[in-house]
């Protein structure tokens, strides 16, 4: 069975999904934020694909893929270091990031070398529902890769349910229409509650402007679990280390 699918089979409640991005702060920091966040309680690790215009993310994650590919970060490099500790790694890591590196590579060959290296989902905003279920979903279905889509306030039900239906492992509802790093006030609205009474078959994790323990427990009271990129990137820029601040980081979020 996907990893990811098994960690919502466990029933556990408040689920912590943290972003980082691969070859961030260093080259060959990767496997030791997967494996840091592992050891310190991390449900989930999204880990995002460096690209040169990452439209829906905001000033600290663009500023982290600039230094990653200034760094030399590229998806086969990415692939070779989650291959190597992938006998290590035992929760779900998701490659989150944007269609035109992924078509470049090739999407059957993106697919492939995903599931040799223990990924069990992906994440890729801009690529349409419509061309995914047309064109690629038996790639990623063939090698046992859930793919998630987003769904923001201003979806439409029928948009929502449509993105419920091709997707596997569980929805991202973006907590708002800004980019990530972006604080909505209130995080949480109506909406959010009305996703829960759509009876959804994927579980819902929140993402956008999750930043420490309130925020995250606010989220968590109307999905799964909630998604933090931008303030774990900005933690990681502390002078004491990936392992320390990745445990404070996480120890500031749990009770």
């Known amino acids: 069975m996907n990893r990811l699918t098994e960690v919502f089979k466990t029933g556990k409640k408040d689920l912590l999904n943290i972003y980082c991005t691969a070859g961030y702060p260093q080259i060959e920091s990767t496997a030791e934020v997967i494996l840091a966040l592992q050891k310190y309680g991390a449900d989930m690790v999204e880990i995002g694909m460096p690209y040169s215009d990452p439209i829906a993310d905001g000033p600290v994650i663009q500023e982290s893929n600039k230094n990653a590919l200034k760094n030399g970060m590229n998806l086969q490099l990415l692939f070779q270091q989650l291959e190597q500790i992938k006998d290590s790694v035992h929760i779900p890591v998701i490659l989150m990031g944007y269609i035109n590196p992924v078509l470049q590579f090739g999407i059957e060959n993106f697919c492939i070398a995903a599931e040799k290296a223990g990924v069990s989902g992906v994440i890729i905003p801009d690529l349409p529902m419509h061309e995914y279920e047309e064109q690629y ?70 993402g956008f402007g999750i930043k420490d323990k309130l925020t995250f427990k606010e989220a968590c009271t109307v999905a799964n679990g909630a998604i933090i990129g931008s303030a774990y990137i900005n933690a990681l820029q502390n002078e004491k280390g990936i392992d320390e601040n990745t445990k404070n980081f996480i120890a500031s979020l749990r009770d």
């Open 137 to 206: 979903q038996k790639f990623f279905t063939s090698h046992q890769l859930s793919f998630i889509f987003l769904i923001t306030p201003g979806t439409t039900k029928k948009r929502i349910n449509k993105a419920d239906e091709l997707s596997n492992g569980f929805v991202y509802l973006v907590s708002s229409s800004s980019t990530t790093g972006q604080i909505s006030k209130p995080l949480i609205n109506p909406f959010f509650q009305s996703i829960s009474k759509m009876n959804l078959k994927n579980p819902v994790m929140i």
